[in-house]
T-cell receptor
């Protein structure tokens, strides 16, 4: 029962470096999401996907890229890290459809600092 | 644009007290309203989902209500315990499968 797994848990980047945050789910969910959470704030949607090969921008997509080549994986790429990207990143998945299929299941998060 | 507000931002109560957390949203055209719990340094855990056609949902000591016309939801916690201490977030889901989150209410239950 792994659910949603995010790696790494912690990372420190230098300005201008790039990295990929990994997210994988084993629930065969169609929908996957990336959020960022800044201190004292709610979660803001970065990108989401409704199925393999389909991605779309959320509220704060600038500076990030995603891909969805399989149902299980939804990596988030930072190309040129900036201090403003210091945050906690959460990946989530949902079955989709009606009713309880809309419940989102979250990973434990990746804590990223850009210095 | 949907905006979700949670009041209060923080709440401290003695153990055993019944309490209410408030959530308001600006666009009543929602599919559902969801409540989550977040423990320090952890991810979010879903507590309750209320579909737009429902008025309330219950799980154990938790009861969530939804009034779409007034743009409000409440989370009622009965007989609070120290283990209930966490941040509680509400989120409104619209037609694009996207959740819009409030900033959360940080609850502390004192023994």
């Amino acid at each position: 029962n792994a659910g949603v797994t995010q790696t790494p848990k912690f990372r420190i980047l230098k300005i201008g470096q790039s990295m990929t945050l990994q997210c994988t789910q084993d629930m065969n969910h169609n929908y996957m999401y990336w959020y960022r959470q800044d201190p004292g704030m709610g979660l803001k949607l970065i990108y989401y996907s409704v199925g393999a090969g389909i991605t779309d921008k959320g509220e704060v997509p600038n500076g990030y890229n995603v891909s969805r080549s399989t149902t299980e994986d939804f990596p988030l790429r930072l190309e040129l890290a900036a201090p403003s990207q210091t945050s906690v990143y959460f990946c989530a998945s949902a079955d989709g459809g009606q009713g309880l299929g809309n419940i989102q299941y979250f990973g434990a998060g990746t804590r990223l600092s850009v210095l | 644009k949907q905006e979700v507000t949670q009041i209060p931002a923080a709440l401290s109560v003695p153990e055993g007290e019944n309490l209410v957390l408030n959530c308001s949203f600006t666009d009543s055209a929602i599919y559902n309203l969801q409540w989550f719990r977040q423990d320090p340094g952890k991810g979010l855990t879903s507590l309750l989902l209320i579909q737009s056609s429902q008025r309330e949902q219950t799980s154990g000591r938790l009861n969530a209500s939804l009034d779409k016309s007034s743009g409000r939801s409440t989370l009622y916690i009965a007989a609070s315990q120290p283990g209930d201490s966490a941040t509680y977030l509400c989120a409104a889901q619209g037609g694009s499968e996207k959740l819009v989150f409030g900033k959360g209410t940080k609850l502390t239950v004192n023994p």
